[in-house]
């Protein structure tokens, strides 16, 4: 990839028939791609795994990119959805996680205070999955919310309310970690 | 694009939330090596072909042999449905108790002349399984594996043989060959890592 590829140039070089273009797009996106899947489904080897899932159905699917431009926002749709099949599939039967290593990387600790870091995790796997996911849309991708209806089919005041509620609820189960880290 | 939070301990949240995660270091060699198993860019161009507009000369005989033949290649679509190469990732092939699931291993290796895999499941016979070299020096092969627990290791150019970076190592390594373990569970497994 050079440096200067706008995500518009690789999608057409991609769609143009250069497969190695889309490695270009998978690099600039792969990290908050797993930022993303990871605070939405808590687990290093499933937010890996939606993520892989969201690139390929991201590849097949070039075409429908209507606004090369904003290959990132078309791409967090697929992997917002890659996620919700996921959690599902998560709450509807058992996981089974053999990736050793990603277990490893999961229990790795993060950032200048792990156990903030787990409160929040923790936290955040508590909120009803459509509340977590409007949260993160908004707190963590720093979409508006024209954009989360756009990216999720949702009604503006609905995404709102689900937003206040993850604040509210994070709120009470956080400041309760405070409290006690106070003590 | 990003609006600030009012709240100073949502703001904090949100904060550690934006901090980077770790991913595998084989990530992007494994979802490359996924994408160019069912490249978009020839089914799309196929189907554009067929889409442009075209006037064809055909006899009452060529016709006939042509329906003939739209026929016959329906029906072959139907007898060898499979499921698409990309469906093959891990995350959406489970194998039944017991049945074989098709199982990627991937290795970067972009100097070598020739990478195999070799292991418990072909008698470590490297002459069994040779891998494919894809772009960017990336080598790929499908091995159908029962559920189970398996080692492995790439042979690079006939006689290294090089444990899988991104897998587990196997324990008491057979004959002091660097090997690595993949296990097959309920669903089929994307292996592979770099030289």
């Given at each position: 990839m050079r440096q200067d590829d706008s995500d518009a140039e690789l999608v057409q070089r991609v769609l143009g028939?250069?497969?190695?273009?889309f490695a270009g797009l998978v690099a600039r996106h792969r990290d908050r791609g797993i930022r993303f899947a990871m605070a939405m489904l808590g687990d290093a080897a499933d937010a890996e795994e939606a993520l892989q899932d969201a690139f390929v159905r991201a590849y097949r699917g070039?075409?429908?990119?209507?606004e090369p431009g904003r290959f990132g926002v078309w791409f967090l749709r697929i992997l917002v959805n890659r996620c919700r099949t996921r959690g599902a599939r998560r709450r509807t039967g058992a996981m089974f996680v053999h990736d050793e290593a990603a277990l490893e990387r999961a229990a790795a600790p993060r950032g200048d205070d792990p156990e903030w870091r787990e409160e929040i995790e923790r936290a955040l796997t508590r909120l009803d999955a459509l509340q977590r996911e409007a949260f993160l849309l908004k707190?963590?991708?720093?979409?508006d919310y024209e954009e989360m209806a756009r990216l999720t089919g949702a009604r503006i005041p609905a995404l709102k309310m689900r937003v206040k509620r993850a604040c509210d609820h994070l709120r009470v189960l956080l400041r309760e970690v405070d409290d006690v880290r106070a003590e | 694009m990003s609006e600030p939070s009012d709240d100073p301990l949502i703001a904090r949240v949100a904060g550690e939330l934006r901090r980077p995660v770790p991913i595998s270091p084989d990530f992007d060699a494994r979802v490359m090596a996924l994408v160019r198993r069912a490249p978009p860019g020839r089914a799309v161009r196929a189907w554009e072909w067929l889409r442009e507009p075209r006037t064809l000369a055909v006899s009452p005989l060529g016709g006939l042999a042509m329906a003939a033949g739209v026929a016959g290649l329906v029906l072959a679509g139907m007898w060898s449905r499979?499921?698409?190469?990309?469906?093959?990732?891990p995350s959406a092939v489970s194998a039944s108790a017991g049945a074989q699931a098709p199982v990627t291993f991937v290795f970067l290796a972009p100097d070598a002349r020739s990478v195999a895999l070799a292991g418990d499941f072909d008698g470590w016979d490297p002459a069994r399984l040779p891998m494919q070299r894809e772009g960017s020096g990336l080598w790929t092969v499908d091995v159908p594996l029962a559920p189970g627990r398996y080692q492995y290791a790439f042979v690079v150019d006939g006689r290294r043989f090089i444990a899988d970076p991104s897998a587990p190592r196997a324990t008491g390594d057979d004959f002091g060959t660097p090997t690595s373990v993949v296990t097959v569970g309920g669903a089929a497994r994307a292996a592979g890592g770099s030289l």
């Open positions: 028939g250069d497969d190695g273009a070039l075409r429908g990119c209507r707190h963590l991708e720093g979409l | 499979q499921p698409s190469p990309v469906s093959r990732q």
